[in-house]
């Protein structure tokens, strides 16, 4: 078929060494292969003249659902790094799967299983705005109060609090809240309190927040839930702790992430406690930790194209350039140039929260004190002109990220008690 030119073969990069993962763009050593263009257009005219496309159609709707269905159990894994990569080179197929589901009299409802199934690569490969389209037209063309509206309604919460949206947000978690009350659907419930614990936290409200999240963490204990949600759920519970400068709570919860997430290979929710403890030790005047924490975030992120758990750690990066003996004030502004760039790509920057939006405006005091106004300025453009794989080179040191463990990451702190049962 190559001989003849019917398909071409994409040659996938190398593999990465035995018992390391693959990196952004990091084939797994497999090779594929792409139907030339024209070739697809004219099989797809006689599909449509013989009758049998929606068939056809159909079966390829199943096979990448299947394939969705896959991904989102091995995200909480060993394998999310190539599972973010296999859901990647999928893209194009996901997109034809839900169009023909949302164009098809009767798909509607795999419509909804299909778009709320990739959450995980809507939120940990930076895809946030395109999965809200697909959330947004299924949700409308299916009313019913269906198990697969319940679950895509709380990814749709989720997503849009992400976005730093909360007026869309906050219809969208209610109803699942509701529906799942009157239907009696309690890990719909759980997703929906939960996500409305993360509404209530980038609404500045930590409080109230650690309040859903408690709520939510005795939910899944009681249904037997653990994935990589219930280990964000721990994360954001320990970060508003950590808002309310209840540092020691914060960090126990931290601490248990990270436990879990070792235990059972787990990167993507790891890096995001990474990130809150970095937070945490910068607070702490802990700045050589925080920084080697921050960095192993942004690499860890970058594997899976994750743009919000990238520019997290790249603004706690910033702040730190400003610390200490060796601070540069204008490689922190670079820095804050890099993040804004990113924030655009992801939604409202910092959520619109005044809390997460601390470590910025200190670092963006320090440094207009201490450079020039040209300085100022220059150094923000030029970080906004990296892209990601620039600004990710230059957080960390010049180099685009390696295989785990090469951060020179430091270890645990001593295992301490969880305050509260959730497992």
């Given at each position: ?71 989102e159990a091995e995200w ?126 980038i609404g500045d409200e ?218």
């Amino acid at each position: 078929m190559v001989a003849k030119s019917v398909v071409l073969r994409v040659a996938a990069s190398p593999g990465p060494p035995a018992g390391r993962e693959p990196g952004p763009g990091r084939g797994t050593g497999g090779v594929r292969f792409r139907m030339l263009d024209t070739l697809c257009e004219y099989g797809g005219q006689w599909l449509r003249a013989t009758g049998d496309e929606p068939r056809l159609r159909r079966r390829h709707r199943d096979w990448h659902l299947g394939l969705a269905t896959w991904g989102e159990a091995e995200w909480f894994g060993p394998r999310q790094a190539e599972t973010a990569e296999r859901t990647g080179l999928a893209h194009p197929n996901l997109r034809a799967a839900l169009e023909f589901c949302l164009t098809e009299p009767g798909e509607e409802q795999l419509a909804l299983v299909l778009a709320g199934t990739l959450w995980f690569y809507w939120v940990g490969s930076g895809h946030l705005g395109e999965g809200r389209h697909w959330l947004d037209r299924s949700l409308a063309l299916a009313p019913e109060p269906t198990e697969a509206r319940a679950k895509a309604l709380w990814v749709t919460g989720y997503m849009a609090t992400l976005q730093g949206d909360l007026a869309s947000a906050g219809p969208a978690l209610e109803e699942c809240r509701r529906q799942a009350v009157a239907t009696g659907d309690d890990r719909a419930l759980a997703y929906a309190v939960h996500r409305q614990g993360c509404a209530a936290l980038i609404g500045d409200e930590p409080a109230r927040a650690a309040v859903l999240f408690e709520e939510a963490l005795w939910h899944y204990n009681t249904i037997g839930e653990l994935n990589c949600n219930v280990l964000m759920a721990m994360f954001e519970l320990g970060i508003a702790h950590l808002f309310q400068g209840e540092t020691e709570t914060g960090n126990l919860w931290l601490d248990r992430v990270r436990g879990i997430c070792e235990a059972h290979g787990e990167k993507w929710a790891y890096a995001y406690a990474l990130f809150a403890l970095a937070y945490s030790d910068w607070a702490a005047g802990e700045l050589r930790t925080a920084r080697a924490r921050a960095r192993e975030c942004v690499r860890l992120n970058h594997l899976f194209r994750d743009l919000l758990g990238i520019v997290l750690a790249l603004d706690v990066l910033a702040v730190l350039e400003t610390e200490g003996p060796d601070s540069d004030l204008f490689e922190a502004r670079v820095l804050q140039g890099a993040a804004h760039r990113m924030w655009q790509a992801v939604g409202t920057p910092f959520f619109g929260s005044r809390i997460f939006n601390g470590p910025y405006r200190e670092c963006e005091a320090r440094a207009r004190a201490g450079l020039t106004e040209q300085e100022f300025s220059e150094a923000f453009e030029l970080g906004a002109a990296l892209d990601l794989d620039a600004a990710v080179r230059r957080a960390l040191g010049g180099e685009l990220p390696g295989p785990p463990g090469e951060g020179g990451l430091p270890g645990p702190r001593p295992a301490q008690p969880s305050p509260v049962s959730a497992n």
